[in-house]
């Protein structure tokens, strides 16, 4: 006696409540952890969930949170691909940004480092760097993860972390430098 015929879609919605919904907490915070934004967050898990749902009938049932978290990992690429463009319309924006920045003996120490025109020029410089280099100074530097975390949460070794991290910061530095809100290598 034959069985009920195979319901693809009843295997797919059971499949997706034994391996996704019980990670959905985890890929809420992690998903904060990447993009700071609590809507944003909510957006990248909702991606992932469709993403997830889609593909679990291919899905082996091994490491799930992996699985998931690669799967979030490339929608936070593909969201910041999708941006990019729109920070790359106007390319002499950052330029007037820079122009504007605060200068000269009225200026305290203080009101530039905690000064709007100080936030613009790291958000700015920010912005343009690479995404992967976004990615670590997010989260070692914003984040407060350690190396070793990073390195797990983005399937990097830990040295790739350190020198993104190392390449990013030294972007920052020379943004700054240029806006005149930090001393050019060697002055100090």
Same mark, same amino acid.
């Not at 203080?110 to 905690?114: A, I, L, N, Q, R």
């Given at each position: 006696m #034959?069985?009920? @015929? @195979? /319901?693809? %879609?009843?295997?797919?919605? =059971? #499949?997706?409540a034994?391996?996704?919904?019980?990670?959905?907490?985890?890929?809420? &915070?992690?998903?904060?952890?990447?993009?700071?934004?609590?809507?944003?967050?909510?957006?990248?898990?909702?991606?992932t969930?469709? &993403?997830?749902?889609?593909?679990?009938?291919r899905?082996d049932?091994r490491?799930p =949170?992996?699985?998931?978290?690669?799967?979030?990992? =490339?929608?936070?690429? /593909?969201?910041?691909?999708?941006r990019?463009?729109?920070?790359?319309?106007?390319?002499d924006?950052?330029l007037?940004?820079l122009?504007?920045?605060?200068?000269g003996?009225?200026?305290?120490p203080?009101?530039?480092?905690?000064g709007?025109?100080? %936030?613009?020029?790291?958000?700015?410089?920010?912005?343009?760097?690479?995404?992967?280099?976004?990615?670590?100074?997010?989260?070692?530097?914003?984040?407060?993860l350690?190396?070793?975390?990073?390195?797990?949460?983005? %399937?990097? @070794?830990?040295?790739?972390?350190?020198?993104?991290?190392?390449? #990013?910061?030294?972007?920052?530095?020379?943004?700054?430098?240029?806006?005149?809100?930090?001393?050019?290598?060697?002055?100090?």
């Open positions: #034959a069985g009920p @015929p @195979p /319901n693809p %879609d009843l295997d797919r919605q =059971r #499949a997706f034994q391996y996704v919904l019980p990670e959905v907490e985890v890929l809420l &915070r992690v998903a904060m952890t990447l993009t700071a934004q609590p809507a944003d967050a909510e957006d990248l898990v909702q991606d969930l469709l &993403r997830a749902y889609k593909a679990v009938d899905f049932g490491h =949170r992996a699985w998931l978290l690669t799967i979030m990992r =490339r929608a936070e690429v /593909n969201r910041h691909r999708r990019r463009p729109h920070l790359l319309d106007d390319p924006a950052d007037d940004r122009a504007s920045a605060p200068s003996p009225e200026a305290t203080e009101e530039v480092v905690v709007e025109a100080f %936030d613009e020029v790291v958000a700015s410089a920010f912005a343009a760097l690479p995404v992967k280099h976004q990615q670590v100074v997010q989260l070692v530097d914003i984040d407060g350690s190396y070793g975390e990073a390195a797990r949460l983005l %399937d990097v @070794p830990e040295g790739t972390v350190m020198s993104r991290l190392h390449r #990013a910061r030294k972007r920052i530095r020379a943004r700054l430098a240029a806006a005149g809100m930090a001393p050019k290598r060697g002055v100090m």
